[in-house]
């Protein structure tokens, strides 16, 4: 246990996927390897040009994950696996740590305004949040105070560019409480021959004062999602970027053209529907965490049906 303004400098590891060449083993039976990163993921690389540390983690924490690793005489006696003197060997699963990871949420606190001078390489989040201190300490909306569990930065994992705007996006929504959004989502293959190599696309804008052809575009955000393919996840988190856009008490007036979002919503805002049938809810994740952001935020929620490809300029 450690601080909450305490500097921790973690050295990178990352899994080692092909060193057991078994193609037949569940996630528990597959050896778990890690190695040092070779430097080229943009986290700091302090050292350089000897063998120290490649890559190095830097940022303030308030608390670290601990786990067990065999010893540095251990070598497994397998002859299916590649080995190499710079592995380690987790006693824990990778899939469970993973899993610890992302279930733990305050490993990942971090308090910018607090960051001491001296850091030598921060990320281009860490900058603007900052920078934009003030706001993110004193928000009237949920999703953008820094000290709440629902901070944005809490809430996603990926690319710092497209979190910087959902935060700038909410910060021009702050003064307003009626919005109006027309959402879409999207699946397409990224190789005709494949059926694993695809991407899924959300995007959304908000309309309620906007005049099609007229005047400066409105506000709208874009962006992609990772695993478990879906067009219906991706239009599931279009409307929770949405909603994390808006401050607390507003009202939101949702157009889109995917029923089976309509629907789902229903089922998960309905009171008397039990935990057991939301988790059975495919993509039950995003719909709980919209559920707790309707509700912790106080917001009115209506979405309505569009058609598609109905000549609805804002739907096109």
Same mark, same amino acid.
């Given at each position: 246990?450690?601080?909450?303004?305490?500097?921790?400098?973690?050295?990178?590891?990352?899994?080692?996927?092909?060193?057991?060449?078994?193609?037949?083993?569940?996630?528990?039976?597959?050896?778990?390897?890690?190695?040092?990163?070779?430097?080229?993921?943009?986290?700091?690389?302090?050292?350089?040009?000897?063998?120290?540390?490649?890559?190095?983690?830097?940022?303030?924490?308030?608390?670290?994950?601990?786990?067990?690793?065999?010893?540095?005489?251990?070598?497994?006696?397998?002859?299916?696996?590649?080995?190499?003197?710079?592995?380690?060997?987790?006693?824990?699963?990778?899939?469970?740590?993973?899993?610890?990871?992302? *279930?733990? +949420? =305050?490993?990942?606190?971090?308090?910018?305004?607090?960051?001491?001078?001296? !850091? %030598?390489?921060? &990320?281009? $989040? @860490?900058?603007?949040?900052?920078?934009?201190?003030?706001?993110?300490?004193?928000?009237?909306?949920?999703?953008?105070?820094?000290?709440?569990?629902?901070?944005?930065?809490?809430?996603?994992?990926?690319?710092?560019?497209?979190?910087?705007?959902?935060?700038?996006?909410?910060?021009?929504?702050?003064?307003?409480?009626?919005?109006?959004?027309?959402?879409?989502?999207?699946?397409?293959?990224?190789?005709?021959?494949?059926?694993?190599?695809?991407?899924?696309?959300?995007?959304?804008?908000?309309?309620?004062?906007?005049?099609?052809?007229?005047?400066?575009?409105?506000?709208?955000?874009?962006?992609?999602?990772?695993?478990?393919? *879906?067009? +219906? =996840?991706?239009?599931?988190?279009?409307?929770?970027?949405?909603?994390?856009? !808006? %401050?607390?008490? &507003?009202? $939101? @007036?949702?157009?889109?053209?995917?029923?089976?979002?309509?629907?789902?919503?229903?089922?998960?805002?309905?009171?008397?529907?039990?935990?057991?049938?939301?988790?059975?809810?495919?993509?039950?994740?995003?719909?709980?965490?919209?559920?707790?952001?309707?509700?912790?935020?106080?917001?009115?929620?209506?979405?309505?049906?569009?058609?598609?490809?109905?000549?609805?300029?804002?739907?096109?």
């Amino acid at each position: 246990m450690i601080g909450i303004k305490d500097l921790t400098y973690r050295t990178h590891y990352i899994p080692v996927l092909d060193a057991d060449t078994r193609t037949n083993l569940t996630p528990k039976k597959v050896t778990p390897i890690l190695r040092p990163c070779p430097g080229q993921c943009g986290h700091s690389v302090p050292f350089s040009g000897d063998l120290r540390p490649k890559c190095i983690i830097v940022s303030l924490t308030s608390q670290l994950i601990l786990f067990n690793v065999h010893a540095k005489k251990f070598i497994p006696n397998k002859n299916f696996l590649k080995l190499e003197k710079t592995f380690i060997f987790p006693v824990t699963p990778l899939h469970m740590l993973r899993t610890l990871a992302f *279930s733990f +949420t =305050k490993h990942r606190l971090i308090i910018p305004n607090v960051l001491p001078s001296t !850091v %030598p390489i921060l &990320s281009t $989040l @860490d900058s603007y949040l900052n920078a934009n201190s003030e706001i993110f300490n004193n928000s009237i909306n949920l999703n953008l105070n820094i000290s709440s569990p629902l901070f944005i930065n809490n809430i996603f994992v990926g690319n710092r560019d497209l979190i910087i705007q959902l935060l700038e996006i909410a910060k021009q929504f702050l003064l307003r409480k009626n919005f109006t959004f027309y959402t879409d989502g999207s699946l397409t293959s990224l190789d005709v021959n494949s059926s694993t190599q695809t991407q899924m696309g959300f995007a959304w804008i908000e309309i309620t004062d906007a005049t099609p052809n007229l005047g400066p575009p409105p506000p709208s955000y874009k962006g992609a999602l990772s695993f478990n393919p *879906s067009s +219906t =996840k991706a239009e599931v988190y279009a409307l929770l970027t949405a909603i994390i856009a !808006v %401050p607390d008490d &507003s009202e $939101l @007036d949702v157009f889109t053209d995917s029923l089976n979002v309509i629907h789902t919503f229903h089922v998960v805002m309905n009171k008397l529907t039990s935990t057991r049938r939301i988790l059975k809810c495919n993509n039950h994740l995003a719909w709980r965490l919209i559920d707790i952001l309707i509700t912790k935020k106080s917001l009115i929620v209506r979405l309505h049906k569009v058609k598609a490809h109905s000549n609805d300029y804002w739907n096109e």
